[in-house]
C-alpha cells in the first residue's frame, strides 16, 4: 500500500518561512520523481516544484527563488522550503510521486495534502 504522508503546513504571516515534509512508503522511492503541487480553492492543481530521480529540480515562475525541493531517498522524504512567503502562496499543498512508464504513460501517487495559510 503507497502512502505519501505531508507536514509542516500552517498559518505564518507575510515574509515568514515553512518547511514542508512528505515521507513515502509503499514505493521504491529513489526511482520517483517527487513533486509538490497546489490547488486554491476554485483552481486546477499546477505545480509548485519538482525534483526528479536524479535530483533535477524545477519550480513554478511563481515560486523561483523562493522555494528550494530537497529529497532525502535515505528517509524516503521531500522536502519543500519556502521562504518570503506570500499570501497568494496560500492552497493546500499536496505531494506527488511520479513515475514516467514506458508506454508514455504516468504512474502517480497523491498524499492527503497540508494546509498553508499565508496571512497578517
Known amino acids: 500500500q503507497v502512502q505519501l504522508v505531508e507536514s509542516g503546513g500552517g498559518l505564518v504571516q507575510p515574509g515568514e518561512s515553512l518547511k514542508l515534509s512528505c515521507t513515502a512508503s509503499?514505493?521504491?522511492?529513489?526511482?520517483?520523481?517527487m513533486g509538490w503541487y497546489i490547488q486554491a480553492s476554485g483552481k486546477r492543481r499546477e505545480l509548485v516544484a519538482l525534483?526528479?530521480?536524479?535530483?533535477?529540480?524545477n519550480y513554478g515562475d511563481s515560486v523561483k527563488g523562493r522555494f528550494t525541493i530537497s529529497r532525502d531517498n535515505a528517509k524516503n522524504t521531500v522536502y519543500l522550503q519556502m521562504n518570503s512567503l506570500k499570501p497568494e502562496d496560500t492552497a493546500v499543498y499536496y505531494c506527488?510521486?511520479?513515475?514516467?512508464?514506458?508506454?508514455?504513460?504516468?504512474?502517480?501517487?497523491w498524499g492527503q495534502g497540508t494546509r498553508v495559510t499565508v496571512s497578517s
Open positions: 506527488n510521486a511520479g513515475l514516467p512508464l514506458q508506454d508514455g504513460d504516468r504512474l502517480n501517487y
Open positions: 509503499g514505493i521504491i522511492f529513489s526511482i520517483y520523481d
Open positions: 525534483i526528479t530521480s536524479g535530483a533535477k529540480a
